[in-house]
């Protein structure tokens, strides 16, 4: 039981000597400047009596109501992320019509080269007879913990400046056995939480979070040319390799990462624009499926020609 009984002091009722006594508490002063500074507009709900170490704390938890605004489909804009391990995130904002209003390029380079220290100290201690390194792992889950809200930080950021109205991920769903010479940082991958953090700081923002099917964003080309070619390429005549670069079939050179940005968007407005239209107007777009073509095959240019059609 919790009861406040000024503005720095509050009392917990709490078993003592074989009785339930009243606790009184003193908040430290940062604590009540940083409530007084950002939650004063928030509701104070009942906290929780939490244990670190020898220490007892108070989790105070807080409620703030948000307003969604509904927006036309053909007036929003959507900020879409495209979660990876060569970048943290590569973001853009795509309209409804298709047009690439702005993108944005999120890598951590010193934090996961702090993290690949850490996850390096843990393998040696490892081959040298140590089964259990929980100090050496709390290291590296702590450094994994900051990278993700550092990223979600800028996501949130990015759709903000962006005037974003939603921001579209990916259904991560990475279950089974991992296997390959990067299964250690695909384990490492904080995927969900960075879109969970990334989640509560839009609804603060007042921004909706939609998740789009993953299937074949980065395969196929943002210009419609189709499947594209990853690993190797050349610049100025000479073979280079990099899986981060893409080739399309028309022979141009692109980044694997926002060609998937730009699909994502773009199959995020294509199923809000066809959910949108009246079902007489719907259904003789859903069965040109050679044109319009299905959830994993839809990419940028079926966005553009959708809008023609709509418009025509």
Excluded at 131 to 142: C, D, E, F, M, S
């Amino acid at each position: 039981m919790y009861i406040r009984t000024g503005e720095n002091t509050a009392k917990i009722k709490i078993f003592h000597k074989n009785g339930w006594i009243w606790l009184p508490i003193d908040f430290r002063a940062q604590d009540v400047k940083y409530i007084q500074k950002y939650l004063s507009l928030c509701k104070e709900l009942a906290p929780a009596l939490k244990q670190t170490g020898k220490q007892w704390h108070l989790a105070v938890p807080f409620e703030k109501k948000i307003a969604f605004e509904d927006k036309p489909v053909n007036e929003r804009a959507v900020c879409a992320v495209d979660l990876g391990l060569n970048n943290n995130a590569v973001c853009s904002t795509v309209l409804s019509n298709g047009t690439v209003a702005a993108r944005k390029f999120i890598n951590l380079a010193a934090e996961k080269d702090h993290l690949d220290k850490a996850i390096g100290r843990v393998k040696k201690a490892q081959q040298h007879g140590a089964i259990k390194t929980p100090i050496l792992w709390r290291h590296a889950n702590g450094l994994g913990k900051g990278i993700s809200i550092k990223t979600a930080r800028a996501i949130a950021d990015f759709g903000s400046s962006a005037g974003a109205d939603a921001i579209a991920f990916e259904f991560l769903d990475v279950s089974g056995k991992i296997k390959g010479s990067k299964k250690q940082k695909l384990h490492m991958w904080r995927r969900k939480g960075i879109q969970q953090i990334t989640e509560h700081k839009a609804h603060k923002s007042g921004m909706r979070i939609s998740r789009i099917c993953a299937w074949n964003t980065s395969k196929l080309a943002c210009g419609g040319s189709g499947a594209v070619s990853r690993g190797t390429y050349k610049q100025n005549g000479k073979e280079k390799c990099s899986y981060s670069i893409c080739v399309f079939q028309s022979g141009k050179t692109y980044n694997c990462d926002l060609n998937a940005s730009y699909n994502i968007g773009a199959r995020y407005f294509t199923r809000e624009i066809l959910k949108s239209e009246p079902a007489m107007a719907r259904l003789p777009n859903e069965a040109k499926v050679l044109r319009f073509g299905t959830g994993t095959t839809r990419t940028l240019s079926t966005l553009i020609r959708l809008n023609a059609d709509l418009c025509a």
